[in-house]
């Protein structure tokens, strides 16, 4: 059985502002975080564009390339290797309105050529992988855009992706609201029907966000089987989130371990990491966590995840048939909750 490989962005570890308030620590230098993503055990690191090259408008495509190489010269020094690497069109002044499927032509450009350009470090960087948090694509004003129209954009600008390089993969990330209103792709659903409708489906997947599937009312290990089912899971971002508020980003498992025992146990009973994903955490620190507990939440995340892990393992197969035999619910139910209360 494969073992699984973790993986984490350098967003994870931040200063702790938020929209109401600001850094409550300092932030940590970026090769710090990767010396020290590796001793915690991580295998990869996810990316932003502009993780990858900071302020990358300034340089032309070439220099972007030359930066990207640099960053990979980084990476081997700690054993690490990139797993994806993601363009955040949500921050520029140019996709204040949405990159893809914005109301103005030179933004969708400009979208275009960030995702061009994720390509292209994607490549320097040894990786295959580009993921698409599609943050401000949808609406505010709901008359303000075709759903029809804005859809259609959306599968156009994948097909470029897929044109421009005939290896890379386009793993979309889905997620119903915020920071817009109403989102285009908002489900593992919505994600599959995109990635069908491409000019190469089987190079267009999901990454499921556990956070992203509970604000959409969804249960996170479903929307994990489900893609899996299509043969399409290429990446998770493991977290929680308490109900249905502003996204949170919580440590894996610290709000509904019943929910996080059933990720753990959906991708390990189906061969995930196989074809070489990894599991991707996306949690944040509480904005109170002082400098020296900076990285916690991504042990704590980490120690929940393995130790769920040894729960799958030790799950009775033989007690769920029968259970399962005699429509015994409320016996397997039981079960499990002594089994995650150690008491099975
Ligand atoms: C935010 C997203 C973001 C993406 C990466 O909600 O989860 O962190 O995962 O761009
Ligand atoms: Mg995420």
């Not at 520029?92 to 450009?109: I, K, L, P, V, Y």
């Not at 033989?318 to 015994?328: A, H, L, S, T």
């Amino acid at each position: 059985m494969t073992k699984f490989k973790f993986s984490v962005g350098p967003w994870n570890v931040h200063s702790g502002a938020d929209s109401y308030g600001p850094a409550t620590r300092k932030e940590i230098d970026f090769e710090e975080k990767l010396k020290k993503f590796a001793e915690m055990g991580f295998s990869a690191i996810q990316f932003h564009d502009d993780d990858a090259v900071p302020n990358i408008n300034d340089y032309t495509e070439e220099e972007i390339k030359e930066k990207a190489r640099d960053l990979k010269k980084l990476l081997d020094k700690y054993g690490l290797v990139a797993e994806f690497v993601a363009p955040r069109l949500w921050m520029d002044s140019h996709t204040a309105d949405g990159g893809f499927m914005s109301a103005n032509a030179q933004d969708r450009e400009y979208a275009m050529w960030r995702a061009y350009r994720s390509i292209d470090i994607a490549k320097e960087l040894g990786c295959d992988l580009v993921v698409l948090w599609l943050a401000r694509e949808g609406t505010l004003c709901a008359e303000s855009k075709s759903p029809v129209w804005a859809t259609k954009m959306l599968i156009e600008a994948i097909n470029k992706m897929l044109e421009y390089d005939s290896n890379i993969r386009v793993c979309i990330e889905p997620k119903p609201n915020e920071p817009i209103d109403r989102s285009i792709c908002g489900t593992m659903g919505h994600v599959m029907a995109i990635s069908a409708a491409t000019i190469d489906p089987k190079r267009v997947g999901g990454n499921l966000e556990s956070a992203h599937a509970i604000l959409a009312g969804l249960d996170p290990a479903h929307e994990i089987g489900f893609a899996m089912a299509m043969g399409k899971l290429m990446t998770v971002h493991l977290n929680d989130q308490n109900g249905i508020k502003y996204d949170q980003d919580k440590s894996f498992g610290v709000e509904n371990l019943r929910a996080a025992f059933n990720q753990v146990k959906v991708l390990k009973e189906n061969g995930y990491g196989e074809n070489g994903e990894f599991v991707g955490l996306d949690v944040k620190a509480m904005r109170t966590t002082k400098d020296e507990d900076s990285y916690k939440h991504l042990e704590n995340s980490l120690n929940i995840f393995k130790a769920l892990e040894s729960k799958v393992d030790k799950f009775d197969y033989e007690f769920q048939k029968k259970c399962v035999e005699n429509r015994d619910f409320e016996g397997l139910e039981m079960y499990v909750m002594n089994l995650l209360m150690g008491l099975a």
